[in-house]
């Protein structure tokens, strides 16, 4: 089996590059994200370069759009496409690699970013899949900052009522925004307990950073039936180094030369502790 909490630390480093070579990037977001698309892409989720694109694979939007550079770095590791191009394309004029998922890119569903609107389209997928008898199932990550926008709870209402246990959703809990702690900005909390009033089948992941913690939640959502299931990942923004952790004011930011050399340090550190 693949070292999975070795992959994530390797992806990071890939991240921070892709920011550099595009002059820009939501690298806090991408951090505190990147276990729960490993997990998902290398352990949950039905999904290969060969069956995207046919009726038989799991579906994926990225609701919290800004995130795109992790996931980005994550399709390519998959073989959606090649590595080298990512870096070279990012952010840079005329290429489909923009700084949102683009669906004109393999392996992508759905343009996102528009914070809200991830979830309500997961449902509709959710509900295509029921509809067509199918065993393929539907996930969608968002921020925290995004269960602001009402049309997330619209789409929590949908998911419930129409008991959509092939639905998983995961909330990428990293409670800091662009402007601030999210209980500044527009306190959340319970979250949990928002989601469960919903319908929801809600499952607390202490460290969402965590990837065993993270697939025994997946397990858990997959065997739960007649209602979605709703992850709150508790993460740490900027995950991976003492430069970003917890700190705002990486929710957009491009390292400076010193920075950069920390930062990388910290992630060939943390990766090659995870290999051991």
Request: glycine fraction near 10%; hydrophobic fraction near 40%; include cysteine.
């Amino acid at each position: 089996m693949q070292n999975l909490k070795q992959i994530a630390y390797k992806l990071r480093q890939d991240v921070v590059d892709i920011i550099i070579s595009g002059k820009g990037g939501h690298i806090g977001g991408d951090m505190s994200v990147m276990e729960v698309l490993v997990a998902l892409y290398f352990n949950e989720m039905n999904v290969t370069p060969e069956n995207f694109g046919t009726a038989s694979h799991d579906h994926f939007v990225m609701s919290k759009g800004h995130s795109v550079e992790s996931l980005y770095a994550v399709l390519a590791e998959k073989g959606f496409f090649p590595r080298e191009q990512v870096l070279k394309e990012f952010s840079h004029f005329g290429s489909l690699f923009i700084g949102h998922p683009n669906n004109k890119l393999p392996g992508i569903e759905m343009n996102s970013g528009a914070l809200g609107h991830g979830l309500p389209v997961a449902v509709g997928m959710a509900i295509a899949e029921k509809m067509n008898k199918s065993s393929n199932r539907v996930y969608v990550v968002m921020g925290d900052g995004e269960q602001a926008e009402g049309s997330v709870w619209e789409g929590a209402m949908s998911g419930a009522n129409y008991h959509l246990d092939n639905l998983c959703a995961v909330v990428d809990r990293n409670r800091l925004q662009i402007s601030g702690s999210t209980e500044d900005v527009m306190a959340l909390d319970d979250l949990a307990a928002k989601w469960a009033s919903f319908g929801w089948h809600v499952i607390s992941v202490e460290d969402g950073n965590d990837i065993d913690q993270l697939i025994a939640a997946f397990d858990e959502a997959k065997a739960t039936k007649g209602k979605p299931t709703v992850l709150i990942a508790n993460t740490i923004k900027g995950k991976g180094s003492s430069v970003m952790e917890n700190k705002a004011n990486w929710h957009h930011k491009v390292p400076n030369a010193e920075e950069y050399q920390q930062i990388m340090a910290d992630l060939k550190a943390q990766e090659a502790a995870a290999a051991k």
